[in-house]
């Protein structure tokens, strides 16, 4: 089988030791690091993929645009809680919650749960709105994005709590904390034997449930504080 991550570099390491486990119940799975994320999703999309770890929100689009996908478990990781997780609202050191919310905020990619949506729901309840910001900084990725801050070029940004906690936190510091979600499921495709899900349900230790990322879709298509 062949297995994959559509999420940050700290997931290569966990997904390693499930294809590991997976070889060792006697279904060889291989998951190539080294692949560019590009590649990596077109082949979701096109269904070369057995299993898939993904952010709960693109897991929702994908099938929401036909792929064969079933989210069935949530791995451990650093900085979950319970199956679920969040974003920590990190500044440059020097900067305060109030000038946070006006600064320069950097984004790793508009289709993030953890890096923008989750953070425009937030403000939206605080009564305020991402309008407010004085620019937006497109990073690509969120260790990026804590570069961005680090070298002064952002002020603020949206990190996913799993990459915060092992994050390199020098002249940084959180102002704030999102609402817990449903932290990134893993999928598999449809037409996966259940004797196979449920090996790797053994190496998972949450279930994920399929209505909470179905709320996420519906939440990143609203104009809420956009």
Known sequence: ??????????????????????????????FDRDEPFDSRLAAVRSGEVDVVWACGLLTAELIDEDA?????????????????????????????????RRGRLAVNEYGSWSG?????????????????????????????????????????AS????????????????????ARWPAPPVSVRSDIADEV?????SCLPWAAQRRDFDDMLTISRSPLGA
């Open 159 to 178: 990190i996913d709590s799993s990459v915060w906690a092992t994050a390199d936190k020098t002249a940084l510091h959180v102002v704030e904390e999102t």
């Open 1 to 30: 089988m062949r297995a994959t991550t559509l999420l940050a570099g700290n997931t290569a390491e966990p997904l390693s030791g499930i294809c590991a486990q997976l070889t060792d119940a006697g279904v060889p799975t291989f």
């Open 197 to 201: 899900r449920d090996v790797l349900r």
């Open 68 to 100: 064969l996908l079933d989210p069935i478990g949530i791995p451990e990781l650093v900085g979950l809680d319970e199956g679920r997780y969040h974003s920590m609202i990190v500044a440059r050191d020097g900067l305060g919650e109030a000038e946070g």
């Open 116 to 156: 923008w949506h989750a953070y425009r729901v937030h403000r939206h309840r605080a009564g305020g709105s991402v309008d407010e910001h004085r620019s937006i900084v497109l990073t690509g990725g969120h260790e990026a994005s804590l570069a961005a801050m680090r070298s002064g070029v952002a002020d603020v």
